[in-house]
């Protein structure tokens, strides 16, 4: 994720007084570039993080306690259903049963700080100063993926229905077309419930998270016999994966790469902490998960704070830690949320085997 600031005279002007000597001075434009800022980094954690597209926002009033009426967020209205949540930041998501009324929810800070030199900004250094802010936005962009993949890992590594785990498992370290199959197969029985002697389903997989290598495994579909029968595929859907460089749709499903995934990859290795309870049953050496999520369900839920003054999620601060004499400038910023997987029906997933 990259920010740069525009170079207009009324900028320039404002990182030079930063820099000023005259500590009022100094504070007023730290005070007014910070007020700049945040929205940005706001817009930027919004835009760059890939669970957003995942997770929904719940807004609420910094300083109160949120919570979710999970009645309206089922499909269900008796009973009990199972919520997927982290505590505190960096923590073990964990699964709590529920009955079908409001929900607390817990939320956490994440925050991060940078300092830069005075000399810099009085030289209207812009590229220092866009890096610094850079820095801060990419420092919480880090925590706030992995808070937010971890509570969808952990759902899908525990999720159970009907005695049945959430993940279909392909040998031979490659994926066929009869794995997605069986995926969205299981994933029908998953989301199948029953009223009255009367059966009414919905399909339950409309994205699909994957690593690099098993893209590249999809590319190969336009040159390669695909299917544990080594079925040829029609000549129009090969066409399109070689001129698209890999195809964005299989079988209604959008996929997207993630790089977190994949042999070794940081999102395999979290997996395995929430799943390997049976030391063979995944090894985030040789094997590696894919995530299918069902995003009409609503499922995923972001509570956010919003700032009572700004309206905004995130929060950019002066810091005042900095005596005249140390030279130097600096900002902090932080939002508060939570993660929340209120359905596990909405989460499934393929495990690809050495």
Known sequence: MKLKLKNTPEQVELIKAMGSRDTTVAREASEAFAAFIGPVVSKVLMEAGTSSAVYSDLSFDEDDNPSIPLDLWSQETEGYTTVWSQNVAGGLPSSVVEGFNEMKVSTYRLDSAVSLLKRYARRARLDV?????????????????????????????????????????????????????????????INTSYAKGSTTSSYGV????????????????????????KTDLP?????????????????????HELVELGVNGKYNVLFDSFYGANPTAFDPGTDEVLIGLDLTKDAFVRPVARNSETGGTFTAQPDDQFVSRSEKIGFYGSLEEGRVCLDGRAVAGIVIKA
């Open 235 to 255: 000549a129009g859907v090969r066409e399109e994966i070689y001129r698209g460089a890999g195809a964005q749709e299989i079988f209604g499903i959008s996929l």
């Open 129 to 189: 100063v866009s890096k610094a802010v850079e820095r801060m936005a990419n420092e919480v962009l880090v925590k706030q993926e992995r808070n937010a993949w971890a509570v969808v890992l952990k759902a899908l590594a525990t999720a159970s229905t009907n005695g049945q785990d959430h993940i279909v498992t392909a040998a031979n370290q490659t994926l066929v077309l009869k794995d997605l199959s069986d995926l969205l197969t299981k994933v029908k029985r």
């Open 206 to 229: 409309t994205d699909l998270f994957l690593s690099p290598e098993v893209v590249g495994q999809i590319r190969e579909f336009a040159y390669n016999q695909v299917g544990n029968t």
